[in-house]
Each structure stands twice: as C-alpha cells, then as structure tokens.
C-alpha cells in the first residue's frame, strides 16, 4: 500500500526491480506511471513488489545520496524532508519544489532534462 502522505493525485508511483533503483516497466516516463490506488501498482506492491515515486509529477524532487559524506562533510544544509534509506548508508529524500528556478540554480538543469 502507498503511505498516506503520498496518496495524492499528483504523484505517480512506478515499479522498481527487487533491491535496486531501476524501474522495472519500459515505459515509465509515460503509460507505466501509476496513480497510487491504480490496481496494476496495488497488486505489484501486494506481491512484494517495490515502488518508486516518479520525479517532477506534484513538483516532487527526489535527491539521492549515494555518498553521505560528500553533504555532510561539506556542510551543506538540507531542509527537513521525507527520507528513506535504500542501502546502508545511502538514502533518498523526497522535496516538493514549486520554484524551478531555485532547482535549476541549484543542481544546474531544467526541469525535465
């Protein structure tokens, strides 16, 4: 099941392959995005499937950290977020951005590249 706060029409949740990052389906960016209540991503989470919250859609950014201590060393702050951690020692954190000026300032892209 997707955790409540996620619950929201803005979001699309695809399937990820079993202990990686990798989305499972070829067509993620488009027809294999699915709602949270769709009944293709509830089966796949029902038999033990993993998921992953597709950037951009409800201006979500998801910032991977593989290397903590490239951030942390450096002291560069984060605000507070949702955060998980995908292997020991790495995480992801989930941010909502309505200023993509500030994304593009901050990570050297526009939206959708």
């Known amino acids: 099941m997707i955790a409540e706060p996620f619950r929201k029409d803005v979001f699309r949740f695809i399937k990820v392959r079993k202990f990686d990052k990798k989305a499972l389906e070829q067509d993620w960016q488009a ?3 699915y709602h949270f209540d769709d009944p293709k991503i509830t089966a796949w989470i029902e038999s033990g499937g993993n998921v992953g919250i597709r950037g ?4 979500a950014i998801i910032l ?9 060393d450096k002291n560069i702050q984060l605000p507070a ?8 020692g790495r995480q992801q ?3 909502i951005c309505d200023d993509w000026d500030q994304v593009a300032k901050f990570v050297g892209k526009e939206k959708d590249q």
Do not use: H, Q, V
């Open 56 to 59: 951009g859609d409800g201006n």
């Open 31 to 33: 027809s294999a995005a």
């Open 64 to 72: 991977d950290i593989d290397a903590s201590d490239r951030i942390f």
């Open 93 to 95: 954190r989930l941010y």
């Open 81 to 88: 977020s949702t955060t998980w951690e995908t292997r020991p």
